[in-house]
């Protein structure tokens, strides 16, 4: 039986709180990045205990697509350029022209395209 792991979109309403609700989740009780490499990274650690492939269902990924979106990635790529000291690469200022047109990926096409680059580890059902 497919071993599956849970979250809920009604439980987070920014990346940080995503960050929070998928740790949980996934390495409930460890320490962990809460970035988007960290997040990459704890994706494969439940394979630790159980090396075959798992299912993450999110549940309410409508709700959660509306709550990350277009506007939290522009938030996002202010709050990374602020901790740079206020000068952003000009990627960085790109990054966050794109989300301000709201163009390109918002923070759920994010996480989704990082689930998604390892199918050898874990399979995303939307619901």
């Not at 990054?95 to 998604?116: C, D, N, P, T, Y």
Request: net charge negative.
């Amino acid at each position: 039986m497919t071993r599956v792991v849970e979250i809920d979109g009604r439980d987070f309403h920014t990346l940080e709180d995503f960050y929070e609700v998928i740790g949980a989740a996934l390495i409930p009780g460890k320490p962990w990045g809460k970035n988007l490499d960290a997040f990459l990274d704890i994706l494969c650690w439940p394979l630790a205990d159980d090396p075959e492939p798992y299912v993450l269902l999110w549940w309410r990924s409508k709700l959660s697509r509306k709550r990350l979106n277009h506007a939290e990635a522009e938030r996002y790529w202010e709050d990374v350029i602020r901790a740079n000291g206020g000068k952003p690469s000009a990627w960085q200022a790109e990054q966050l022209a794109l989300a301000g047109r709201g163009e390109g990926l918002s923070v759920f096409g994010w996480l989704v395209e990082i689930i998604e680059r390892h199918p050898e580890w874990l399979s995303l059902r939307l619901e």
